[in-house]
């Protein structure tokens, strides 16, 4: 029976990732949006005699819904085709590069004053219905240095976002109305709510997805016997991870020492 262990998971996962905490971009992406950042663990250890390890996935991002509408006055084409997020001057709220730690989910942002996060649209606002705009940030406790600009009929709104906590695993809906006539923008008090998603769910990690390879011991003769292949490898072909004499930890690479040394 082998000691307890606690599984922890990310997504999107990365195979080279070796590390607690992973890179994170969440600038839009025209094939598929924006990456939403997923972390979890099991709800119990887990052990070679009980493998299977239950999985709550958590949001590391906040989300944003604008419930966009026209007010009874708007006349024309009224075609939303974009809407951004962006620092107030200086400032430093809207931020979409940073690093996740898989464990706890917190997020570590990468300041820039000159980012944005924009949402290309091809929208058709209405008087009697809203048009819902889903945007992914990062936590921020929002205190008017975010702006939101909003592109219809190719001309541009612009409002600052109401103070807000953005915290992760939390949705966040504000009410937006737009004037043509006036040409402004109007947000009301935002509703928040628990952000559920299908991603957010339980998941089974078991041994028919999950496997260790566990090397066969050889005798060689010596006063112990070795494993079939290299610590890192799965075979005895593959090199394994590099280590030097001595150490716990894999190196890059590995310079031999010169004679007379």
Sequence with gaps: KSDPATVYAYYPYEASNSATTVPIDITYNPTGGQTDYLYGAGTATVNSDSPTAHIKFNHALARI???????????????????????????TAVAVKGSMDIITG?????????????????TTLKIATASPVDMLVMPINVKGD??????????????KLP????????????????????QRLSIGDCTITAWNSNSASNMDVTTDN?????????????????????LGATAPEESGL????????????????????
Excluded: C, H
Excluded at 65 to 91: A, M, Q
Excluded at 146 to 159: A, C, E, F, G, Q
Excluded at 210 to 230: C, H
């Design 65 to 91: 819904t604008f419930n966009v509408i026209l007010d009874k006055e708007s006349t024309g084409t009224n075609l939303l085709s974009n809407v951004t997020l962006r620092n107030v001057s200086g400032d």
């Design 210 to 230: 999950y496997t260790i390879s566990v090397p066969t011991a050889v005798d060689l003769g010596l006063s112990v016997k070795w494993a079939s292949f290299n």
């Design 106 to 122: 917190k997020i570590t942002r990468t300041t820039n004053t000159y980012a944005t996060i924009e949402q290309p649209l091809d």
């Design 242 to 261: 590099m280590i030097s004499w001595g150490s716990r930890d894999e190196n890059n690479s590995i310079t031999a020492p010169r004679i007379g040394d």
């Design 146 to 159: 975010m702006n939101v600009v909003m592109t219809i009929d190719d001309k541009m709104y612009t409002i």
């Design 163 to 182: 103070d807000t906590d953005l915290k992760a695993g939390n949705q966040y809906s504000y009410p937006v109305t737009v004037s043509v006539k006036n």
